[in-house]
T-cell receptor, first 113, second 112 residues
Framework: DARVTQTPRHKVTEMGQEVTMRCQPI?????VFWYRQTMMQGLELLAY????????DSGMPKDRFSAEMPDATLATLKIQPSEPRDSAVYFC???????????FGPGTRLLVL | DQQVKQNSPSLSVQEGRISILNCDYT??????FLWYKKYPAEGPTFLIS?????DKNEDGRFTVFLNKSAKHLSLHIVPSQPGDSAVYFC???????????FGTGTRLTIIP
């Protein structure tokens, strides 16, 4: 069945290192979202794309985070340099333009030491 | 500024009883609301939704109620089952706009 996939599922890294997270949206979906789950803020929207074009990245720390969609089957979220406060679970979700329901991947659990 | 609030971080309910999860919002432009359920080590999954033209939507054991004047919605689960133990997120968006704002979640524990 169709699912959003995310890699890696877990990542442990040291402060200052670059981290790249990948997402494969459901085939045929043209919207992609990146979220970060924290205890205090719940699910925070970091960035979202429609037809591979970035529409909103206001939730993302611009100096260290970047999000791209090199093609319709791949979205990436990069942190450079990583910091301990970036430790969280990062979710990717995909959907269809104009439809509110989003489908989430299993998440990448990131720990920055 | 939290536009979608779930003020109860956790809730425990006896199996077979009704579970009621609450959500408040501040943005009057929201006109579509969703509930997601999340198990540990998995992504959230869509559960049920409601648009602002309705005040109730039902799907099996799950019913969502919307009170627009109070900017409040609730999810009722009856009867509650052990498999309902999970974190529930409330989300809101503008109709036809795929961007959603999520609450902080409520952890529901069903006691056998």
């Amino acid at each position: 069945d169709a699912r959003v996939t995310q890699t890696p599922r877990h990542k442990v890294t040291e402060m200052g290192q670059e981290v790249t997270m990948r997402c494969q949206p459901i085939l045929g979906h043209n919207t992609v979202f990146w979220y970060r789950q924290t205890m205090m803020q719940g699910l925070e929207l970091l960035a979202y794309f429609r037809n591979r074009a970035p529409l909103d990245d206001s939730g993302m720390p611009k100096d260290r985070f970047s999000a791209e969609m090199p093609d319709a089957t791949l979205a990436t979220l990069k942190i450079q340099p990583s910091e301990p406060r970036d430790s969280a679970v990062y979710f990717c979700a995909s959907g269809i333009q104009g439809i509110e329901t989003q489908y989430f991947g299993p998440g990448t659990r990131l720990l920055v030491l | 500024d939290q536009q979608v609030k779930q003020n109860s971080p956790s809730l425990s309910v006896q199996e077979g009883r009704i579970s009621i999860l609450n959500c408040d919002y501040t943005n009057s432009m929201f006109d579509y609301f969703l509930w997601y359920k999340k198990y540990p080590a998995e992504g959230p999954t869509f559960l049920i939704s409601i648009s602002s033209i309705k005040d109730k939507n039902e799907d099996g054991r799950f019913t969502v109620f919307l009170n627009k004047s109070a900017k409040h919605l609730s999810l009722h689960i009856v009867p509650s089952q052990p498999g309902d133990s999970a974190v529930y997120f409330c989300a809101a968006g503008g109709f036809g706009n795929e961007k959603l704002t999520f609450g902080t979640g409520t952890r529901l524990t069903i006691i056998p």
